[in-house]
């Protein structure tokens, strides 16, 4: 245990003085944690780095970024608290909160991905800026007066420190509400503390065994945590799970129905991770629960031992059974060996550790020290900007399929939108109604998921061009690192109809570009067949392989699949600059092709390799113009 604590302490890296040395940051990214803790909520597509958790940091304690400049995130999650607040509500920039700060410390190790006491926010990135907006808390809300989130952004590039370190993070001088989110989530979740009693005991037993280091007590109140009511024990890790003592995502609420304005609060169905309940010198980090309610752990026990049952919500694991809520015959001296069980659980670094307090000085400033120098401005390469396919959107197999890969070395920020409604101004009909839109990662992993736009990520959507005519397409937002990934377009309740699938580069000063990208989806004839659209930018030309495939993605145990597709590249006016029927036709494109590993695996597909300036074109797939039940990808 002594070499696991010794690798928690850090150099302060001038900290106090308000410098921050770029080329000498602290160890956000490779901190060392017990083997133990399994659990991490920390996506693929946002892991942390040490320079973003970096400019998390500094995001995290300016005042700046509150309205009149008077609160921080750190106001209300403090450092010598577990990054919770001791006051029973917070103060903001209008009034206090309506519930109690929750604790941050260990946010990451958990597989609950909602966040909030009631859940509202699907990711930690999502939750950050939250407060931020909210008119109460720190005024950026947009409504009665207040400045408009995009209003922050454009003060935060007047700073000069922010450019540079959002270059240093993400790889270019943009800043916008996505990388505000991820900066910050990034910091968020490299706070974490595994240097407590319980540890030092975890590491030399398991759960169900006394551990060497505890007292007789604690011992006895770690059996009744573990233990389920039916066997004598308390049941709190049916809900709060060892060893990162985090929250069920299935569970309900836990009878504290009050809420701090008054009135009845049922919505509460989340908690922070159960370690650093109290500091390290054994004082509480009241108030806990969502309204504030309990001061000690004395009374926080006496709760669930004497649950309310009026309470539709209640967690089934705190009902008794036959109805009612739990009753726990617990005696006086185990209530003290639980409350000493839980006063285990909190360590000592997280509420000291330099590289998690505040970056300014006590004047209020910041220094970057060896920042490094920007590179000097050249024309911009061939890329592509944007990709998309409009077809038929029908079920299953038949769903519209969008992969794509990013190549670089700093994350890029993608746009993916999928429309169907607003459609109806190109003249097209049977529309699908109401898209629905995922991301996956390379393993299918669901990253993002989105049916209307205007659900999540609405003010980041606003402030692009990108904003859809109907409220019920759907738009994800965010910055994925190198790897491939998989859009998915389906119509909401197993509908079909005409759909459009579109991803678009935000920041094309990003050294990381989207790549080889492709669809897969039914083809038809007329208006249902394949149309893809792409978008070359920069100021050179470059090499473009398009394929239309079909016979062979019988290797991906598809049937019904495209027998002989048509290829047709035209440019932005619509007019045909190439077709081809049969990729051996052209012996020069042939040729290319199967250099570049690019030669399709059956003779009646078709490709087109060649070289094409910057701008629009547009690709379509067909055969012979008859209707034919086709999956096909479309790569370019």
Not at 107 to 128: C, K
Not at 319 to 325: D, M, W
Not at 443 to 471: C, H, M, Y
Request: glycine residues 10%.
């Amino acid at each position: 245990m002594a070499a696991f604590i010794a690798s928690q302490i850090v150099v302060e890296l001038h900290a106090q003085d308000g410098v921050i040395d770029l080329a000498a940051l602290p160890n956000y990214a490779n901190q060392k944690k017990p083997a133990y803790i399994q659990k991490d909520n920390a996506p693929a597509w946002n892991q942390i780095s040490d320079a973003g958790a970096t400019l998390g940091r500094v995001l995290f304690y300016d005042k700046r970024l509150s309205r009149n400049e008077t609160v921080s995130c750190s106001s209300c999650h403090q450092q010598e608290h577990a990054f919770g607040d001791i006051a029973r509500v917070s103060s903001g920039v209008a009034g206090t909160t309506g519930r109690h700060a929750m604790r941050l410390a260990n946010a990451r190790f958990g597989s609950e991905l909602h966040f909030f006491w009631d859940e509202r926010a699907t990711t930690l990135e999502n939750q950050v800026t939250q407060p931020i907006k909210n008119a109460t808390e720190m005024g950026f809300s947009g409504s009665g007066g207040d400045p408009a989130f995009s209003d922050l952004i454009s003060k935060l590039a007047a700073i000069p420190e922010y450019p540079a370190l959002f270059n240093f993070a993400f790889g270019s001088r943009t800043i916008d509400e996505t990388r505000v989110q991820n900066a910050i989530a990034q910091f968020v979740r490299s706070i974490q503390s595994f240097d407590s009693k319980y540890d030092a005991g975890r590491l030399a037993a398991a759960d169900n065994q006394p551990f060497p280091n505890f007292t007789a007590s604690e011992n006895i109140g770690k059996q009744l945590f573990l233990g389920p009511p039916n066997q004598g024990g308390a049941g709190c890790a049916a809900c709060h799970r060892p060893p990162e003592f985090d929250i069920d995502p299935n569970s309900r609420n836990n009878g504290v129905t009050a809420a701090i304005g008054g009135g009845t609060d049922l919505t509460n169905t989340r908690s922070a991770s159960l370690r650093n309940l109290v500091g390290s010198a054994g004082e509480f980090n009241t108030a806990y629960m969502h309204n504030g309610s309990f001061t000690t752990l004395a009374a926080v026990i006496n709760h669930y031992a004497a649950i309310p049952a009026d309470n539709p919500n209640l967690d089934a694991r705190l009902r008794r059974p036959g109805g009612g809520g739990q009753i726990l015959n617990l005696t006086a001296q185990q209530r003290v060996d639980l409350e000493a069980f839980l006063f285990t659980l909190s360590g000592g670094a997280v509420y000291t550790d330099q590289r998690w307090s505040s970056p300014f000085s006590t004047a209020g400033t910041i220094t970057l020290i060896n920042v490094p120098p920007t590179p000097t401005p050249t024309p911009p390469s061939a890329q592509p900007l944007n990709i998309s396919t409009r077809l038929e959107v029908g079920t299953g197999d038949n769903a519209m399929i969008g992969g794509f890969i990013i190549t670089g070395n700093h994350p890029k920020p993608v746009l993916i939108r999928a429309l169907g409604p607003s459609l109806s101004n190109l003249g097209l009909t049977g529309l699908l109604d109401d898209p629905v839109l995922e991301l996956h990662a390379a393993n299918g992993d669901l990253l993002f998921q989105n049916d209307n736009w205007k659900d999540e990520q609405r003010s980041q959507i606003e402030v692009t061009p990108f904003q859809p005519a109907n409220d019920r397409e759907a738009v994800i937002i965010a910055s994925l690192p190198a790897a491939a990934y998989t859009a998915v377009l389906t119509g909401k309740d197993q509908t079909s109809g005409i759909g459009l699938l579109e991803i678009y580069d935000l920041d094309q000063a990003v050294d990381s570009q989207l790549a080889n990208i492709s669809t897969r989806g039914f083809v038809g004839a007329q208006n249902n067949v394949m149309i893809g659209g792409f978008i070359l930018g920069g100021n050179n030309s470059t090499r473009v392989a398009i394929r239309g495939l079909g016979p062979s993605l019988s290797q991906f145990g598809l049937g019904n699949l495209l027998a002989d597709p048509t290829l047709e590249l035209h440019d932005a006016n619509g007019a045909i600059l190439i077709a081809n029927d049969n990729w051996t036709d052209d012996p020069a494109s042939a040729a290319l092709l199967g250099a570049n590993g690019l030669a399709p695996s059956n003779s009646n597909e078709s490709a087109i390799f060649r070289f094409t300036t910057c701008d629009k074109k547009q690709v379509r797939i067909m055969k012979d113009d008859l209707r034919i039940s086709a999956i096909v990808p479309i790569a370019s």
